[in-house]
């Protein structure tokens, strides 16, 4: 798929994931400025006319409704939707920011107020998607994205489309499930049955709420071996107030457990001190923010006795963003810095230590041979520091490096350096800038840089990279 256009416009430039009955990818649109989005590819399980039928039926609708819930800032956008080869294609909106799985993870526990915040970022898209009379079916860590931009959670990878890849059907002419839609761990049993509901969407957000505070993944949850009911209490300190609206979340029985999202956020609200709310709502409290030890007393909200303490340390809060914000640009400047120094080392020892490992290890095999490995040398040794800053196919940069030896040497051999070097910096610029042009704006000085830098491209490249990739096209890697 790597490079495919789909629908004309779609080019797929990086993949996401993988399930039973989809792909993810990350895409560039062509004809909006090679912006990033999302490519869900939906494979029917069958391909006779009347599953087919059936698939785009449900396709059409589902994608109606993502459209409708696309409407709340924590859900992403639906920006177009087609069938291609018996494919179904949805394009959303790209989220620059990180699973929560990376957050909770086995053994790190989170105090209360972060379990309450989490809660209530959750809950917000959710209590709209239940609105609207859809179930998620699917929530779970990986499914929820902490937006950079904000802090936001953001709620992607409805099951409700997921049913397209699981029925068929039958001889009859009768619809069948095939599979069973959410994971182990943040599904209940009713859901595990076919029979999902609102709460079942309640339960799965408990769960995470209860991991959060214990450290603990959703299996290694204790269970009363009577009336299956979670026992976690036991493992934390925490308020009565916030255990009680937990274990109703997580309820065996779906009955009785809060039956829509607005319910929960309701109860959450008369948790917390309102003065704390606020101030939790202008920092939000996920890791690794700040690390200064009195913001941290401030994040992690002791209890009341030091109350007092903490909200003068609330207080302090503008002056030591503005603090962190001064600071920034000097920590931004040794950062480039470093990766200056580092992509100059590389060509140093890619274009001299790979022309005297090439001409003196290979010079046997032939003039040829020992060209294409100085090409390699090159184009391994700036990959491995450029894929750090930004994400790309590795064999891209390293194919029209070496071409950009190769090609020279085919031409004018090794006895006419000056052309040599000519034309490997037009063709090392103009090949690499077509990697590039996809990261970065202003691509087009890379050629230029290539074409006039000659022998000296690494020292002058450099320079011209660090402002290239001062303001990426979105945000490749952290």
């Known amino acids: 798929m790597l490079g495919q256009l789909l629908d004309g416009r779609y080019r797929i430039i990086q993949p996401l994931g993988s399930g039973g009955f989809s792909q993810t990818y990350i895409a560039e649109d062509t004809k909006l400025y090679n912006t990033q989005c999302v490519v869900k590819q939906l494979q029917p399980p069958a391909t006779d006319s009347k599953t087919l039928q059936l698939a785009r039926r449900l396709f059409d609708s589902e994608a109606q409704l993502l459209h409708k819930l696309g409407n709340h800032h924590q859900i992403p956008q639906l920006l177009a939707h087609f069938e291609e080869n018996q494919e179904f294609y949805l394009i959303q909106q790209f989220i620059a920011g990180h699973p929560l799985s990376k957050e909770l993870r086995s053994g790190k526990t989170w105090s209360e107020n972060y379990a309450i915040a989490l809660l209530q970022s959750i809950l917000q898209p959710l209590a709209f998607v239940h609105e609207n009379h859809v179930i998620h079916r699917d929530i779970k860590p990986p499914n929820l994205i902490r937006?950079?931009?904000?802090?936001?959670?953001?709620?992607?990878?409805?099951?409700?489309?997921?049913?397209?890849?699981?029925?068929?059907?039958?001889?009859?002419?009768?619809?069948?499930?095939?599979?069973?839609?959410?994971?182990?761990?943040?599904?209940?049993?009713?859901?595990?049955?076919?029979?999902?509901?609102?709460?079942?969407?309640?339960?799965?957000?408990?769960?995470?709420?209860?991991?959060?505070?214990?450290?603990?993944?959703?299996?290694?949850?204790?269970?009363?071996?009577?009336?299956?009911?979670?026992?976690?209490?036991?493992?934390?300190?925490?308020?009565?107030?916030?255990?009680?609206?937990?274990?109703?979340?997580?309820?065996?029985?779906?009955?009785?457990?809060?039956?829509?999202?607005?319910?929960?956020?309701?109860?959450?609200?008369?948790?917390?001190?309102?003065?704390?709310?606020?101030?939790?709502?202008?920092?939000?409290?996920?890791?690794?923010?700040?690390?200064?030890?009195?913001?941290?007393?401030?994040?992690?909200?002791?209890?009341?006795?030091?109350?007092?303490?903490?909200?003068?340390?609330?207080?302090?809060?503008?002056?030591?963003?503005y603090s962190v914000k001064e600071s920034a640009p000097v920590k931004r400047s040794q950062e480039e810095s470093g990766f200056y120094f580092q992509w100059l080392i590389a060509n140093v020892f890619g274009y001299a230590g790979g022309f005297f490992l090439g001409f003196g290890i290979l010079a046997i095999a032939g003039n040829f041979a020992a060209v294409c490995f100085w090409g390699l040398a090159v184009g391994v040794k700036e990959w491995f520091v450029l894929h750090r800053k930004v994400s790309f196919p590795f064999w891209s940069w390293i194919l029209v490096t070496t071409l950009a030896f190769v090609i020279p040497f085919y031409f004018f051999g090794l006895n006419n350096w000056q052309y040599f070097a000519l034309l490997h910096g037009l063709i090392v610029g103009l090949g690499q800038w077509l990697v590039l042009r996809r990261l970065v704006h202003r691509s087009g000085w890379w050629v230029l840089t290539n074409v006039l830098g000659g022998w000296f491209c690494g020292l002058i490249s450099g320079i011209v990279l660090v402002w290239l990739l001062q303001k990426p096209k979105t945000i490749n890697k952290r």
């Open 147 to 321: 937006r950079y931009s904000d802090g936001e959670i953001v709620l992607i990878d409805f099951g409700a489309v997921k049913q397209i890849g699981t029925q068929v059907v039958n001889h009859q002419g009768q619809t069948q499930i095939t599979m069973c839609i959410g994971t182990p761990g943040y599904m209940p049993s009713e859901q595990g049955r076919g029979r999902p509901r609102f709460s079942s969407d309640i339960y799965a957000v408990g769960i995470i709420g209860i991991q959060a505070l214990t450290g603990l993944m959703p299996d290694h949850i204790p269970e009363d071996p009577h009336s299956a009911e979670m026992h976690w209490r036991h493992l934390v300190s925490v308020s009565p107030e916030l255990a009680d609206i937990l274990d109703k979340m997580v309820r065996y029985d779906f009955r009785e457990r809060y039956q829509s999202a607005a319910e929960v956020l309701a109860a959450l609200e008369n948790l917390v001190d309102p003065y704390v709310l606020t101030q939790q709502s202008a920092t939000r409290t996920y890791e690794p923010i700040f690390h200064t030890s009195n913001l941290q007393t401030c994040l992690n909200f002791p209890q009341s006795s030091v109350l007092q303490q903490c909200r003068q340390a609330v207080s302090l809060l503008p002056k030591l963003i």
